[in-house]
C-alpha cells in the first residue's frame, strides 16, 4: 500500500535551519510529482513546495521563496525539504503529498515549531 512517512521535525530558533524527509513506499516514487504542504496552528492548509518527477522543475510559495529548497533522491524514495533562515511563522505541521494530479495520498505530517 502506498505510504508517505515524513521525518525531520522539531524545535528550532528563528533563523535556524531544518531538513525534513518524506519516505515514500509501495509506489513507484519516481513517476509522481510530489508536494509539500503545511497547516500552522487553527489556520488552513498552505501549500510550500512543488517539485516535478525527475526534479529539474520546483516551484515554491512566495513565503518561503529563498529560504526553502525541495530535492528528491528516486533512488532512495525520498523526498527532502531544506528548510533555512526559519521563522515563528513557518512553525506548522508539513505534510508531504503525491499528485496524481490531485494530492491523493498524504504523510501523517512532521511538526516544525520555530521559537526562542
Known amino acids: 500500500q502506498v505510504q508517505l512517512v515524513e521525518s525531520g521535525g522539531g524545535l528550532v530558533q528563528p533563523g535556524g535551519s531544518l531538513r525534513l524527509s518524506c519516505a515514500a513506499s509501495?509506489?513507484?516514487?519516481?513517476?509522481?510529482?510530489m508536494y509539500w504542504v503545511r497547516q500552522a496552528p487553527g489556520k488552513g492548509l498552505e501549500w510550500v513546495s512543488t517539485i516535478s518527477t525527475a526534479g529539474g522543475s520546483t516551484d515554491y510559495a512566495d513565503s518561503v521563496k529563498g529560504r526553502f529548497t525541495v530535492s528528491r533522491d528516486n533512488a532512495k524514495n525520498t523526498l527532502y525539504l531544506e528548510m533555512n533562515s526559519l521563522k515563528p511563522e513557518d512553525t506548522a505541521l508539513y505534510y508531504c503529498a503525491r499528485a496524481h494530479p490531485s494530492l491523493d495520498y498524504w504523510g501523517q505530517g512532521t511538526q516544525v515549531t520555530v521559537s526562542s
Open positions: 509501495g509506489f513507484t516514487f519516481s513517476i509522481y510529482s
